[in-house]
């Protein structure tokens, strides 16, 4: 019988411990393993190289994005570090242009010292990834959506021009989850994961996963973990595999507010403009239907000033202000000083990641409550105080 993915996140091969019946996965604290004798070593031997509490995630990682091997790491960076050390001196990437500004940065100022060369790409227009490609080209590095402008990529399509070239593609999935979209299926052949974010959902983690396709690549980067070294501590990966049993959960509650709160924005006269994929007038709503289940719970807006975004900013009170996203409270972050501060301002100017652009993850608190509080605190800002009063009483009047 085969289960849903919402099933499948609670009975799993690590639904109850085979040795005792515990229905939480046991932390093993051990970082030797004691050997049978000189010449036949036991299925563990060192922390860093397997160990059964981490091992446990990594198969149900594995198993919810249809892979061979999941990996877990002790960040998401470190999951994506290492995953770039597949690669080698004088090979060159194709990356999303507004790609997570810690990867940005991976690419931009580390790899370029060890002769790894790269191109930033609007990874949703196939005629310039096509053009972007050199002879040298190894990997197709794809965000989708991307952060912080949503942007949509086709996965299909690029992992199949990659396949063309004998490229892999890698997605960062970090923003949908398993639960939502699965880039092996669609022809990727690594996926990768902040699992700090919606896997873990709570904001008490720091933690990466990555999980690939084809067994070949699999054991290329498990000899990787082993040899960079970077991978998740148990207790960690403990939290990882809770937070798990309610993704799918959270996540659809999360999306649903996300609706709401993005058509409340998109007809506020406070707000330049919404990018939300969810929204038949995001440019990749029908692609986004196409290869995922929803279209997320993050969003980004404009308003029409940084000036403005600070007075909102000031008097908005529900959402933590903070760096990360996909947690329980909503996180409403600005990009321009946070997560894209390691991206020089002329290139996140170039990438529409303006000073006056906000993001906000929902989280799972009443959307209602939420919008209430978005429209006391747009009542501060300039262009609001100056723009309908009329309609914004009405919007007012309607969450009543
Ligand atoms: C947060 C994030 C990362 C980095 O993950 P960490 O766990 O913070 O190291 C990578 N990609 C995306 C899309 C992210 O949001």
Not at 278 to 285: A, R, S
Request: aromatic share 8%; net charge neutral.
């Amino acid at each position: 019988m085969s289960h849903s993915f919402q099933t499948k996140l609670l009975h799993n091969r690590h639904k109850f411990d085979k040795s005792n019946g515990a229905v939480s996965v046991p932390i093993q604290h051990a970082s030797t393993f004691h050997q049978p004798d000189i010449d036949s070593f036991g299925k563990y031997d060192y922390g860093r190289s397997a160990n059964p509490t981490r091992e446990a995630l990594e198969e149900t990682i594995a198993h919810l994005e249809e892979g061979t091997r999941g990996f877990a790491f002790s960040s998401g960076m470190a999951a994506i570090s290492t995953a770039f050390l597949l690669l080698s001196q004088g090979d060159h990437v194709l990356i999303s242009e507004d790609v997570y500004g810690g990867t940005y940065r991976m690419v931009s100022e580390v790899l370029t010292r060890y002769g790894v060369a790269h191109t930033f790409v609007d990874m949703t227009d196939l005629g310039k990834v096509k053009a972007a490609i050199q002879a040298n080209t190894k990997l197709l590095y794809v965000e989708t959506p991307s952060n912080p402008l949503l942007k949509v990529t086709d996965i299909t399509a690029v992992s199949t021009l990659a396949k063309t070239i004998g490229a892999w593609t890698f997605v960062d999935n970090t923003f949908l989850t398993p639960s939502l979209q699965k880039p092996l299926e669609l022809g990727a052949d690594l996926v990768l994961h902040s699992a700090t974010k919606f896997l873990s959902g709570h904001s008490d983690v720091v933690a990466g996963l990555a999980v690939a396709k084809d067994p070949e690549l699999a054991d290329r980067l498990a000899f990787l973990q082993n040899s960079f070294g970077a991978v998740l501590g148990v207790q960690d990966a403990w939290l990882v595999l809770r937070g798990l049993k309610t993704l799918h959960v959270r996540l659809e509650q999360s999306q649903k507010s996300a609706y709401k709160i993005a058509s409340y924005l998109e007809k506020h006269p406070a707000v330049k403009k919404v990018y939300f994929p969810g929204l038949t007038t995001h440019p990749g709503f029908t692609l986004q239907h196409r290869q995922a289940q929803g279209p997320g719970a993050v969003l980004s807006f404009e308003l029409h000033s940084e000036e403005d975004l600070r007075k909102f900013v000031g008097k908005v009170e529900i959402p933590v202000f903070a760096v990360s996203l996909g947690a329980v409270e909503s996180i409403l972050s600005f990009p321009a000083k946070m997560s894209h501060a390691a991206m020089p301002e002329s290139e996140r100017l170039k990438r529409g990641i303006t000073n006056s652009l906000l993001r906000l993850s929902v989280g799972l608190e009443s959307a209602e409550d939420l919008i209430e509080d978005f429209e006391q605190a747009f009542q501060h800002t300039i262009t609001a105080a100056s723009g309908n009063q009329e309609q914004r009483r009405v919007y007012h009047g309607n969450l009543r």
